[in-house]
């Protein structure tokens, strides 16, 4: 395969207001001209997104990101320390027009994130603006962590997709509000000590609902009932097993690794789904440090505990 050819292809479906299937080291998402309304339109209804759900801004690099969103200084060392990688940070808007209202959905905050993927960073600099790039699964649903997935997903609204494997760690970004306190609005593949290390305590997002739009719905829920927890399975049940004693067939991480689990997760909530016979999933105990917490919180999510 012919990545450049294909880079080019995908930079002009999207110039077109055209969908594309974007590999990123997160998750895959389904990527749009961030400022052209009627493509953002085209990805909220493919994936069947309520329209209050605002989307992220992804970028190149900085120098984007300072165009579109006002930065202060604990977004500096923020970036500074982490992009491109999988950080995300809700900042007050620069300019209007680059990411489009429907992409905010309303609001006067944008969400701007540089992914480290060499794929994504390639389309991003040849296509030379944001491009708004939601998780690339029906809303409701586990993130796609492969090609494959995200195309049987979300593939029919695409006009291209970019193959760029599966990716390395399989959770979606963390994001982080700077906007009076800076606040956790999602745990994800960078660690809550990792950014409290750089800016100091982080306050929760419950206190501040409204600002996190997307967290109000269940989410990345497989299609059988997902039971947490779980030390010894049911006969009818799958078991996602963690650790030495988690099993030999679906276990996250037999070394108890939690980035081998993270990387695992949406893979097996979607292969255990698909289990012949099966009534349930059961999934063992996640220690909740470090990883951890997000991979709990997608569980909890998943298993339709949401707050
Ligand atoms: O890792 C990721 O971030 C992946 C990859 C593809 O980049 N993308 C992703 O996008 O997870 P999505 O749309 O599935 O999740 C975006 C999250 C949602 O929870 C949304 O509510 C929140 O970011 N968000 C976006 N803009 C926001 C804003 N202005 N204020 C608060 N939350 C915002
Ligand atoms: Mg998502």
Known sequence: MDDHADITEAAAALKTGGLVILPTETVYGLAADAGDAQAVAKVFEAKGRPAFNPLIA???????ARRIAVFEAR???????????PLTLVLPLADEAAVCDLARAGLDTVAVRAPGHPMARALLQVFGGPLVAPSANRSGRPSPTTFADAWEETGGAATAGLDGGPCVIGLESTVVALLDRPRLLRPGAVTRAEIEAVIGPLAEAQADAKRSPGRLTRHYAPT?????????PRADEVWLGFGPRGGAGFNLSAEGDLAEAAANLFAYLRA???ADGATGIAVAPIPDTGLGEAINDRLRRAAGFVG
């Open 58 to 64: 992804h970028v190149a690099d900085i120098t984007t």
């Open 272 to 274: 255990a789904d698909r």
């Open 224 to 232: 059988l009932p997902l039971r947490l927890d779980v030390e010894e």
């Open 75 to 85: 977004a500096e060392a923020l970036v500074a320390r982490f992009w491109p990688g």
